[in-house]
């Protein structure tokens, strides 16, 4: 399954964070990011071992409880294949501690830059207890740690007009999140324009965007703004932004330099205020890597990035979802039976939060009123 910080992680990171602890890895890595430090997860010590074997790592933050091998072992291991890498390892409060000498220069450099052991302690910091969690932004439902990492960087964010990034794969809750972030900001009052990328032919998209005068082309029987001017005060979320052309590309980040548009057919420039929302399933930065997509438009966007993790990686938070939608679906006592609740934490969920409004919206339906057991589900393959 591919893991929800694809989007932004380079495809030869600098730094590995390796650890058990999901809500750690995250952390660190997403802080990492937003020093513009290339980061990449690992799940345990062989997972470690892989990533460096394919990339050009000066440095690996290494959690010493590991679900696969020793953090001793893995240092030996590491010492001798690599023996240019450094290892920082990380404390039970996932703290790290400094080598007594460096190896890499490089890595030193990197030390330095994520602000010493203060910063990084910072960046590891673990969340807080429960009483104190942020609450789920609006629209979202779930106590996960990982998703209050998302929910935190979505409030600290919605008050500004920085450009935000969100990374998910398909059915994880992107327009949610940036629906959210909309509604908690100073522009709640005004516009929220959506546009997936991917939806419109590529020869209406400049139009679509842009706009248009009378007779700007076959058909252009009257003049039109762009969704982009439609937003004007508002957020403009560009929802699969990785399927834009390289020409519109370019184009829109004219308009992201300058805050101007200009319509097909005319000379006429507009300034517009739009606040730029965009979100992509695809790994961006290895799309820049294959020119497929263009790294300062990347840069442009990214700014601010968020991912939003998996189902299968918040699975405490899969009955809550499931009782949430079934109140949705269904105006009666409707319920689940004990065993649908077992199978549906089972269940890996491919198709993520979406999938799963989908199999309880059809289990409402079969279930007729009555308790929803395992066979209205009809969950049969994909378990965990």
């Keep these: 399954m591919t893991t929800v910080a694809q989007s932004f992680r380079s495809p030869d990171p600098a730094v590995i964070v390796a650890s058990s602890n999901p809500g750690l890895r995250k952390q660190i890595v997403q802080n990492l990011l937003l020093s513009r430090i290339s980061a990449a997860e690992a799940l345990g010590g062989a997972d470690a071992l892989g990533k460096l074997e394919s990339s050009e790592c ?3 933050l290494l959690d010493r409880k590991l679900p696969d091998l020793d953090a001793e072992e893995l240092l030996q291991i590491i010492h001798r294949r690599y023996p240019g890498i450094d290892v920082l390892l990380l404390d039970e409060a996932g703290n790290p501690a400094r080598p007594s000498q460096w190896r890499s220069a490089g890595a030193h450099l990197l030390f330095d830059r994520m602000g010493g052991r203060e910063g990084l302690e910072t960046a590891a910091v673990r969340l807080p207890a429960a009483p104190t969690m942020v609450e789920p932004l609006p629209g979202m439902v ?6 209050h990492i998302v929910y935190r960087m979505a409030r600290l ?8 990034l969100i990374a998910g794969a398909t059915g ?3 327009e949610v999140v940036a629906n959210a972030i909309h509604r908690l900001s100073p522009r709640a009052g005004k516009e929220f324009v959506v546009i997936n990328c991917a939806a419109i032919p590529e020869a209406l998209l400049e139009s679509e965007l842009f706009g248009y005068v009378r007779g700007a082309f076959t058909g252009a029987v009257q003049s039109r703004i762009g969704r982009i ?11 699969e932004v990785s399927d834009l052309p390289l020409g519109m ?3 829109l980040l004219r308009f992201l330099d300058q805050g101007e548009v200009q319509r097909l057919g005319s000379s006429d420039v507009f300034r517009v205020d739009v606040r730029v929302l965009a979100a992509s399933n695809a790994n961006l930065a290895e799309l820049t890597q294959r020119k497929q997509f263009r790294e300062d438009l990347f840069y442009r966007l990214s700014v601010f990035p968020i991912e939003l993790p998996s189902l299968a990686e918040r699975r405490e938070d899969v009955e809550a979802l499931a009782r949430h939608f079934l109140r949705k679906f269904d105006d009666g006592d409707a319920s689940f039976s004990p065993e649908a609740v077992r199978l549906l934490e089972k269940y890996s969920w491919p198709g993520n939060v979406r999938e799963l409004q989908h199999v309880i919206e059809r289990a409402c339906i079969l279930a007729e009123g009555g308790p929803i057991l395992p066979e209205h589900l009809g969950l049969s393959s994909h378990y965990a």
């Design 142 to 147: 779930g106590r996960a740690p990982c998703m």
């Design 157 to 164: 964010v919605a008050a500004r007009n920085t450009p935000v």
């Design 58 to 60: 000066q440095l690996l």
């Design 172 to 174: 994880t809750g992107k």
């Design 229 to 239: 001017h439609s937003a004007h005060g508002g957020t403009l979320f560009l929802d």
């Design 249 to 251: 590309q370019a184009k």
